[in-house]
């Protein structure tokens, strides 16, 4: 059964950092490219971030280039967005989600972070 | 970035009616390699989104039946052919072929 459990949410102040985790089991992770997606409060979806499975090719919304790291530990099939620079704008929930060939199936139960004084 | 465009945003039905929510998106979601990349997502109430379906119309494992794709080029339709109470929730459509990858508004099914 895949499954995918982010953690390491949590009140940040502004300008803050935080770094999410995301553990994967039930399928092969170090084959599997995989997303961040962020959905803010009462709010849509919006993808974040993506990496390829060997974690050497990353890509990144603009509102967060430059600001988030995507990447991942394959040994311990572990995703991670380390964010830096945090403001009010990413509050939300962050989902790990497993790409499927230009597509997302499985989803995390997702992480909350909250940018707040 | 291809603006995903979802109506209605929201689509009361009385149980055991069919339900259908429309998606454009602002370009051709048909990539180069051949393939429409058009997802369906489902949201619960305090869940996770969940796939439903891919490549415009095919159903994901687990889907009932009465959840189908079409569309081609700019234009997609998700069709509930008779809701039940477990379909409440918001439905999204995506699109794969381009980066960053973008969502719909997001559609909430609700029952009359």
């Known amino acids: 059964e895949v499954q995918l459990v982010e953690s390491g949410g949590g009140l940040v102040q502004p300008g803050g950092s935080l770094r999410l985790s995301c553990a994967a089991s039930?399928?092969?992770?170090?084959?599997?490219?995989m997303h961040w997606v962020r959905q803010a409060p009462g709010e849509g979806l919006v993808c974040v971030s993506r990496?390829?499975?060997?974690?050497?090719?990353?890509t990144y919304a603009d509102s967060v280039k430059g600001r988030f790291t995507i990447s991942r530990d394959n040994a311990k099939n572990t995703l991670f967005l380390h964010m830096n620079s945090l403001t009010a704008e990413d509050t939300a929930v962050y989902y790990c989600?497993?790409?499927?060939?230009?597509?997302?199936?499985?989803w995390g139960q997702g992480t909350l972070v909250t940018v707040s004084s | 970035d291809v603006v995903m465009t979802q109506s209605p945003l929201s689509l009361p039905v009385t149980l055991g009616q069919p339900a259908s929510i429309s998606c454009r998106s602002s370009?051709?979601?048909?990539?180069?390699?051949?393939?429409?990349?058009l997802t369906w997502l489902q949201q619960r109430p305090g869940h996770s989104p969940r796939r439903l379906i891919y490549?415009?119309?095919n159903r994901d494992s687990g889907v009932p039946d009465r959840f189908s794709g079409s569309g081609s080029g700019t234009d997609f339709t998700l069709k509930i052919s008779r809701v039940e109470a477990e379909d409440v929730g918001v439905y999204f459509c995506?699109?794969?072929?381009?980066?960053?990858?973008?969502f719909g508004q997001g559609t909430r099914l609700e029952i009359k």
């Open positions: 989600a497993r790409d499927n060939h230009y597509s997302v199936d499985y």
């Open positions: 370009q051709s979601l048909v990539h180069s390699d051949g393939n429409t990349y």
């Open positions: 995506m699109q794969g072929t381009q980066w960053p990858n973008t």
């Open positions: 490549k415009v119309s």
């Open positions: 039930g399928f092969s992770f170090s084959t599997t490219w």
């Open positions: 990496i390829e499975s060997d974690g050497r090719s990353t």
